[in-house]
């Protein structure tokens, strides 16, 4: 157990529609990753937060924003969903997070599917 | 810009010989290098990283790896493979200097009795 927790695990939902990603980071992590794993495009870096602001940005589409919170939990928003979206989303933390150097701890993953 | 190649799609070998998974990266800046599991339907696990310290990196479970710059390698090995290494393994690669992160397409090792 990394200690980094995701809820939910499984989400289906409808192309069109708009779903929201939880995340709680370890105790005492400051930033948190999220990650987009499907089978043709595989393991993609999204997006970075650390201790609220935006560090780092991937190959985040328009369609998805994120958002970290005073608690430090984040949330990942993905809206009008289409087929392609559906994947595994991993979130990650680290301690610390100003140039991605540190360890991350990945959680669980919430499986997305759209039909 | 960055970028990271695993070699392999699949690698198998049988129990109790060695491992060799590998992993080519490009970075503009100094690397930093990691090495991550994934086992059926879980998240990711670090096994090592390497950040410019010693280029020989010893991980969780007998894996270890060797930064070679010359190469531009960063090849996961493990002298004697245990059933339960069969997993997907990903090179990793961060790089300051684009402040992302980007991981390799994996490598499924499979081990066989």
């Known amino acids: 157990d990394s200690g980094v927790t995701q809820t939910p695990k499984h989400l289906i939902t409808a192309t069109g529609q708009r779903v929201t990603l939880r995340c709680s980071p370890r105790s005492g992590d400051l930033s948190v990753y999220w990650y987009q794993q499907s089978l043709d495009q595989g393991l993609q870096f999204l997006i970075q937060y650390y201790n609220g602001e935006e560090r780092a940005k991937g190959n985040i589409l328009e369609r998805f924003s994120a958002q970290q919170f005073p608690d430090l939990h984040s949330e990942l928003n993905l809206s009008s969903l289409e087929l392609g979206d559906s994947a595994l989303y991993f979130c990650a933390s680290s301690v610390g997070g100003g140039e991605l150097l540190y360890e991350q701890y990945f959680g669980p993953g919430t499986r997305l599917t759209v039909t | 810009a960055q970028s990271v190649t695993q070699l392999d799609s699949h690698v198998s070998v049988s129990e109790g010989t060695p491992v060799l998974l590998r992993c080519n990266y490009s970075?503009?800046?100094?690397?930093?290098l990691f090495w991550y599991v994934q086992h059926p339907n879980k998240g990711l696990q670090l096994l090592l990283k390497?950040?410019?310290?010693?280029?020989l990196v010893k991980g969780i479970n007998g894996f270890e790896a060797e930064f070679k710059k010359s190469e531009t390698s960063f090849h996961l090995t493990k002298p004697s493979a245990h059933m339960s290494d069969a997993a997907e393994y990903f090179c990793v690669v961060s790089d300051r200097g684009y402040q992302k992160v980007t991981f390799g397409t994996g490598t499924k090792l499979q081990v066989i009795p």
């Open positions: 970075s503009s800046y100094s690397p930093s």
């Open positions: 390497y950040t410019s310290a010693a280029t």
